[in-house]
């Protein structure tokens, strides 16, 4: 029986064969949750990620599923109970970003943007907490989303309203799903060291202008957004539902066009 913060819990982190999703799978994995691992494109990485994550004693498995589908996003839900028993945590965590002023941005941009960052994120939540509701269980519920929830970002305006989305689909549904104990929260995160930021850290003028923004001076890690996540996956955030915590080193209160 492993031993941790989440032993015995059950968690599907999506988009979790890289980055923050990768980060929030194995910090799971290491206080004792079993963890789902989703990939839609990486099956080597999420392989890779699940051998790490049972490295710490847990079961892991690896389940391929487009979140802006909505039969897989069901899927991914039903493997977490035929393979591993059941569901606590959802990290609704993939995310895309497509940078296009907004007089260019076409209605495939459109799509691709706000059916894996919104219409995913609404539909898979759906599946999870159907079950939680039929099972009489609690859980919870993390949205991975942004700063840019908030704050603005010109020329990632399907970005922005796809954020924008998730922080009032987050609001309501902490509401109409809190009399069945089920929480639902935020983590919005600022410039984090992943794949999303390929482009942003090869530019290095870019990178000088967005780190002059941070007022702690640096991009953040998957493991300072991990640490956040394990918070509200576990009995330490039993009251905490309704909320955005944003993981950005001050970026949000330092906002500045270029
Ligand atoms: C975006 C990054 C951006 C960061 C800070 C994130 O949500 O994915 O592209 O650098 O916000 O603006």
Redesign the pocket.
């Known amino acids: 029986m492993s031993q941790g913060r989440l032993a015995g819990k059950i968690a599907i982190v999506t988009g979790s064969s890289s980055g923050i999703g990768q980060g929030i799978a194995l910090r799971f994995a290491s206080e004792g949750a079993n963890v789902v691992i989703d990939f839609r494109s990486h099956p080597d990485a999420a392989e890779q990620t699940r051998a790490r994550a049972e490295a710490f004693g847990v079961k892991a498995i690896v389940v391929h599923a487009d979140v802006s589908k909505i039969a897989d996003t069901q899927n991914l839900v039903e493997q977490a109970y035929t393979q591993l028993g059941g569901c606590d945590i959802l990290v609704n965590n993939a995310g895309v ?1 497509k940078n296009a002023a907004f007089f260019d941005v076409t209605e495939e941009d459109y799509d691709m943007v706000l059916d894996v960052n919104l219409k995913g994120v609404f539909f898979i939540t759906q599946a999870f907490v159907k079950r939680l509701r039929d099972a009489k269980q609690p859980g919870s519920v993390i949205n991975i989303s ?3 929830e908030d704050m603005v ?1 010109p020329n990632f305006s399907t ?1 922005c309203a796809s ?1 924008g989305g998730i922080r009032m689909l987050m609001r309501d549904l902490a509401v109409e799903l809190g009399p069945l104990n089920i929480r639902v929260n935020n983590i919005a ?4 060291d992943t794949p ?2 390929t482009a ?1 850290l090869a530019d290095k003028p870019k990178l000088d202008a ?1 780190l002059r923004n941070i007022p702690l001076g640096r991009m953040g890690k998957p493991e300072d957004v991990a640490a956040l996540a394990l918070f509200l996956a576990s009995g330490d955030g039993a009251y905490v539902t309704g909320s955005t915590f944003f993981v950005d080193g001050g ?1 949000i209160r330092n906002y500045h066009e270029q």
């Open positions: 970003e942004s700063v840019h970002f970005y954020k995160p600022g410039a984090i999303i930021n942003l967005l970026l």
